[in-house]
């Protein structure tokens, strides 16, 4: 019976009876627009362009009304007419939406119904220096491309720079948006304060619309011959946010940080006589640097010697890199003649880096009488020198009891 009444009293009044059934809201979202994205539940930044005020209603089944029933006043600032009434899937529920141009401060706005306020909203500010101060940069590296691999470096030689690619993770509080009116560079400082280079940092659209962000650049820049400490700083309107270094080396400093830390074969099969039983075998080296950080390519020469010693040392030049973590470099020697190898000497620049042995150094063995048989004849090498010298010195150590 009141449902009829209702219906006939509403038909009546030519609709006013909506006025005293208006629609509530259920939650309201701010945001804004810039660049042509959208983010939503954020402060509105300096550089918005739009601001962007999403309200959902929950509206009579009998009077779904029109956009234009919907206004956002703000008071001083202006009055807008909702730009959008759009149903949404449960059934009297609606989103409206309102575009305003951004205010120049923290504002306060009411969203009215048929000039019937309906509920307040406060839209946030976000000034320049608040966005800027509350970007921060983590885990500056750079990167050597040397042979097809990327290789965190703090140094490189001066004879052979390679290509370089500066990396970091840039965060923010928000979302990295406003970022793309700022000037995000990368800078190259020389040695000593002296001249830089800036770089500009690129993002994605899928980047600048979250709240943190891989940042990459790869700079067409190539440092000086000279050694010495040049300077990679990440900036944001002369703000630093993060810096690293890369140190150049000198060839011959490059040269006294190379050290051999194993010599190892690879592969292959042994019996319980550690005989090899079969499958193919590699000998190597283990090849790193003393300096920190360090990714170079090293030129050495490989020196074989056989076992059949009327068979002469060969000599085989290849290209290894180089870090600070000992790397397994192949000896370029040939698979199938591994077995007939007595030892591998590993060289650069002249300098004895170390060797991998194939087979036992002879011993001479002593007789009853005091003499002592010589051993089989074998090919004196860098390798044999070097543990010469080592056993030699331990000799003619004393130890502290001999001494006193």
């Known amino acids: 019976m009141w449902f009829s ?23 309201v979202r701010c945001g804004y627009e810039k660049a042509g994205l959208t983010v939503l539940d954020e402060p509105v930044p300096w550089n918005a362009e739009t601001v962007v005020i999403e309200a959902r209603v929950e509206y009579p089944d009998e009077a779904p009304g029109s956009k234009g029933d919907f206004t ?3 008071p001083g600032q202006g009055r807008w007419t909702a730009a959008a009434l759009e149903p949404r899937e449960r059934t009297g529920h609606y989103r409206v939406v309102f575009r305003l141009v951004p205010p120049p401060r923290p504002a306060v706005a009411w969203i009215c119904w048929r000039s019937r306020p309906l509920d307040r909203i406060v839209i946030p500010y976000l ?13 500056p590296t750079i990167f050597a491309l040397l042979e097809g691999h ?55 659209a899928s980047q600048i619309i979250a709240r943190q962000a891989l940042v990459s650049v790869r700079p067409a820049w190539r440092p000086g011959p000279l050694d010495g400490t040049w300077e990679v700083r990440w900036t944001v309107t002369g703000r630093v946010l993060g810096q ?21 074969r690879r592969g292959g099969t042994r019996d319980a006589d550690h005989r090899p039983a079969g499958g193919e075998q590699t000998a190597g080296f283990l ?39 000992p790397f397994f470099a192949p000896s370029a020697v040939p698979v199938e003649d591994l077995q007939q190898i007595s030892a591998i000497e590993l060289f ?16 001479a063995s002593f007789t009853s009488e005091g003499g002592f048989s010589a051993p089989e004849p074998f090919p004196w090498t860098a390798f044999a020198e070097v543990e010469l010298e080592e056993r030699l010195r331990r000799l003619m150590e004393v130890s502290p009891g001999e001494a006193a």
């Open 244 to 264: 690293s270094e890369l140190r150049v080396l000198s060839p011959d400093a490059f040269q006294r940080s190379i050290y051999m830390t194993d010599a190892r």
């Open 348 to 363: 650069h620049h002249g300098e004895f880096l170390g060797a991998v042995s194939n087979c036992p150094m002879p011993t």
């Open 72 to 74: 956002l006043c703000m």
């Open 127 to 139: 000034t320049v220096e608040e966005f800027v101060a509350g970007l921060q940069l983590e885990a």
């Open 150 to 204: 990327s290789i965190p470096c703090r140094a490189v030689v001066a004879d052979q720079v390679p290509d370089l690619m500066a990396c970091a993770l840039l965060k923010s509080p928000t979302s990295l948006l406003p970022v793309v009116d700022l000037n995000l560079t990368l800078e190259v400082a020389e040695p000593r304060g002296g001249h830089f280079q800036a770089f500009p940092v690129h993002l994605a």
């Open 5 to 27: 009444i209702k219906r006939r009293l509403a038909r009546a009044t030519g609709g006013r009876l909506e006025f005293l059934r208006g629609p509530c809201i259920r939650d």
């Open 287 to 325: 090849l790193a640097s003393r300096e920190a950080g360090l990714a170079a390519r090293c030129r050495v020469e490989v020196r074989v010697y056989f076992k059949d010693h009327c068979r002469p040392p060969e000599t085989v030049q290849t290209e290894v890199l180089v870090t600070d973590v």
